[in-house]
Structure formats: structure tokens, C-alpha cells
């Protein structure tokens, strides 16, 4: 399976943007490539995801490189609440073109938010 | 919204017991997942299900069995509990058939055996 790597933390200034790497170069065509977040005391929940362009939601945009080895997270204006550790995790889909959603997790970028 | 429910919050049993940890989707998903959580090593995949009575091993799913005999409930079972099963346990769920691609998840067990 493709992996991901990602820093172990990174750290912001409230309302300051904040942009969280990611590199995938194992990556292959079909893979999508996920972000989930995981704040204190919970379970993951899911930010984005894209395939080759760009993608926006109310949470985040995810910028996606050219070759598509790596990606970033961009939260536009970090606050308080967005302390949580970030996965960038890699949907492999099987040879029919369907998964069932099998997401493997590393170990994630821990992003401190400070006042 | 989705609701991934977690029967327990926290549990602690001991060396040799069998232990139910059961997780209850409301949104009629087709997929649901079993991770564990430890330090240092991230979430891995135990056992998912893409059906009822389907399940699929995931990563690491030695010392655990699952059961999926309705759409909504996925269960899973440590046989025998032993102390390296100590970790947090997380459910997910996910639709299926090209609907959905978001994992839900539960809020987590953390589970102790002693």
C-alpha cells in the first residue's frame, strides 16, 4: 500500500492560515487522497478528500500537486478548535475500481494553536 | 447527521474474559470498520464489513473475531482478552455503492484489561 509521510507537529497563531504537507510519492492513479482530524477525546472525523484537483469545503481546501506526490491542508484561518492531529491517509481502491473504504492512518501532524 | 454509537465509553476486564464491544450506525451504511488506537502507532485496522455476515481482516486482526448478523450493529470480540489488547477502539462506518466516501466514527473505547 502507498504510505504518506507528514510532520510529527506543526504549530500556528490563531486566525493565521495554516498549511499542512503531505508527501504521497508512491501514489498511484486511482488512489484518493484523505484527510481526517482528530481532536482530544475523540474519534476521527473527516475534513476533505480529492483525486487530482483541487477541492474546497467549508473546513479546508486541499491543494494537490501536478504528479500528485504530494498534497497540503490549508486551513484558511486557524482558531483554537482546530488543535487536533491531522491524517493524511491515502484510498486505495481495489482492482474492480470499488473499495470498501479501507483507510490506513500514520501517525499524523499534531497542530498546536496558540492565542 | 450520522450517529456512530459505542456502547461503552470505558471498560475494564481481565486477563482470559471474553470481551463485546458493540457499535451501532443509524444511516443504513453498507461498511463498517474496527480500528484500534495506541501510542506511538497510530490507528490500524483490525476487521471491516462491507455486508451483513461479510467480513474482511484488516491489519492486525489476530486475537479478535467480528460479527456483522445485522446491517447496524457490528460487534467486536476478543475470545480471550490479554493485556496487549489494552488500547482504545474505535468504529466507523462509511456508506457503500459509490454514495459516500467519509469514515464516521464512534467516539471510542478504551478498554484495560488487567
Known amino acids: 500500500d502507498a504510505k504518506t509521510t507528514q510532520p510529527n507537529s506543526m504549530e500556528s497563531n490563531e486566525e493565521e492560515p495554516v498549511h499542512l504537507p503531505c508527501n504521497h510519492s508512491?501514489?498511484?492513479?486511482?488512489?484518493?487522497i484523505h484527510w481526517y482530524r482528530q481532536l482530544p477525546s475523540q474519534g476521527p472525523e473527516y475534513v476533505i478528500h480529492g483525486l487530482t484537483s483541487n477541492v474546497n469545503n467549508r473546513m479546508a481546501s486541499l491543494a494537490i500537486a501536478e504528479d500528485r506526490k504530494s498534497s497540503t491542508l490549508i486551513l484558511h484561518r486557524a482558531t483554537l478548535r482546530d488543535a487536533a492531529v491531522y491524517y493524511c491517509?491515502?484510498?486505495?481502491?481495489?482492482?474492480?475500481?470499488?473499495?470498501?473504504?479501507?483507510?490506513?492512518f500514520g501517525q499524523g501532524t499534531i497542530l498546536t494553536v496558540h492565542p | 447527521d450520522v450517529k456512530v454509537t459505542q456502547s461503552s465509553r470505558y471498560l475494564v476486564k481481565r486477563t482470559g474474559e471474553k470481551v463485546f464491544l458493540e457499535c451501532v450506525q443509524d444511516?443504513?451504511?453498507?461498511?463498517m470498520f474496527w480500528y484500534r488506537q495506541d501510542p506511538g502507532l497510530g490507528l490500524r485496522l483490525i476487521y471491516f464489513?462491507?455486508?451483513?455476515?461479510?467480513?474482511e481482516k484488516g491489519d492486525i486482526p489476530e486475537g479478535y473475531s467480528v460479527s456483522r448478523e445485522k446491517k447496524e450493529r457490528f460487534s467486536l470480540i476478543l475470545e480471550s482478552a490479554s493485556t496487549n489488547q489494552t488500547s482504545m477502539y474505535l468504529c466507523?462506518?462509511?456508506?457503500?455503492?459509490?454514495?459516500?466516501?467519509?469514515?464516521?466514527f464512534g467516539s471510542g473505547t478504551q478498554l484495560s484489561v488487567l
Open positions: 491517509i491515502l484510498r486505495v481502491s481495489n482492482a474492480g475500481g470499488t473499495s470498501y473504504g479501507k483507510l490506513t
Open positions: 508512491t501514489i498511484s492513479g486511482t488512489d484518493y
Open positions: 466507523a462506518s462509511r456508506a457503500g455503492g459509490g454514495r459516500g466516501e467519509k469514515l464516521f
Open positions: 444511516m443504513d451504511h453498507e461498511n
Open positions: 464489513s462491507y455486508d451483513v455476515k461479510m467480513k
